[in-house]
């Protein structure tokens, strides 16, 4: 009778430990503030599922548009606190935690998207990178999203920083997008993305510096009519996720995860760029004015953005890499 027992819990166990493998999934969120058309989600759908093909269903992915997980700094401390997300974010966010990746996000540092690969791929970068999962608890997967250049779009003509004087300029809630806006000439009012219509539109703000796919992504020619081409920041972002979830996957499923999303960064990267041609046509359809101006007026107001933040080290880090590419 006893050995009958013993069989049979032994038999429950072995079926429940099946069951249990069975029906173990890792999911993973993703998390943008960008809407559901932008290239950048077109990239992460098809990212989610080739991962999901690759894992044989191991790995669950859910994408989560238009900042609904909450804005990017909210969901950076869900991370932090070991949530199962990765946001994209730009490397602004993440000088907080890690002062050298304020470079990434820096004012004219280079002057074509095309050279950040070298940045990237740089060792400079992924000891950087390895900090931060260090000190902070968030693992940076990849850094190739690239969503355009940004421009400053105004509700009146600016054709040089002098126009800017005064005027309320919504821009990203990082210390190093603040000091940029604010070097150009324009009084910089950090706010989330999903707020910028609605305070356009209602006068809270009298301007915005954003990359075309993006601005289009939320009509944001509806609002506002002028675009100056500043060209001030190539925005790339990348991938954000909790190093201790992260490290609590398997390797094989990491691996897919990291290979499968840098794909998806290279897939965005070419959709923004052969996007931006036509939704510049639209929005001169809807008639926005785009004004030429001389870059080298705002780009010689920003050197002390890189003295304020601290970023003059880490420039110079990186001039051998970008002088190669």
Request: no cysteine.
């Amino acid at each position: 009778m006893m050995n009958s027992l013993k069989s049979l819990g032994l038999a429950a166990a072995f079926i429940a430990g099946l069951a249990g493998t069975a029906y173990a999934e890792i999911a993973l969120n993703l998390s943008t503030s960008q809407n559901p058309q932008d290239p950048l989600v077109i990239a992460m759908e098809g990212a989610k599922k080739k991962i999901e093909e690759r894992s044989k269903g191991e790995i669950k992915i859910t994408i989560f548009p238009s900042s609904q997980l909450g804005s990017d700094n909210d969901v950076l401390e869900q991370i932090r606190n070991g949530a199962n997300i990765a946001v994209l974010v730009d490397a602004g966010r993440l000088a907080p935690f890690q002062k050298e990746l304020g470079i990434l996000s820096a004012p004219y540092l280079v002057e074509d998207y095309s050279k950040y690969a070298a940045i990237t791929s740089s060792p400079v970068y992924a000891e950087w990178v390895e900090k931060l999962a260090q000190s902070s608890g968030i693992r940076l997967l990849n850094y190739n999203w690239f969503q355009g250049t940004r421009q400053m779009f105004s509700k009146n003509p600016v054709k040089g920083p002098a126009d800017l004087s005064g005027v309320r300029v919504r821009t990203i809630d990082a210390p190093g997008w603040i000091a940029t806006v604010n070097a150009m000439g324009a009084t910089a009012v950090p706010m989330p993305w999903s707020e910028v219509y609605s305070a356009l539109q209602l006068g809270a703000i009298d301007g915005a510096e954003a990359q075309l796919t993006g601005a289009f992504g939320i009509k944001l020619h509806e609002v506002v009519k002028n675009v100056a081409l500043t060209n001030h920041v190539q925005l790339f972002t990348g991938l954000a996720t909790s190093e201790q979830w992260f490290q609590a996957q398997p390797e094989e499923m990491r691996k897919i995860i990291v290979e499968e999303l840098a794909a998806a960064g290279d897939e965005a990267t070419r959709m923004t760029v052969e996007k931006l041609d036509s939704v510049r046509k639209e929005m001169e359809a809807a008639g926005v004015t785009f004004t030429d101006v001389k870059l080298e007026d705002f780009s010689s107001r920003v050197p002390g953005v890189y003295t304020e933040l601290g970023l003059e080290e880490s420039r110079k880090a990186l001039e051998p890499f970008i002088a190669a590419q």
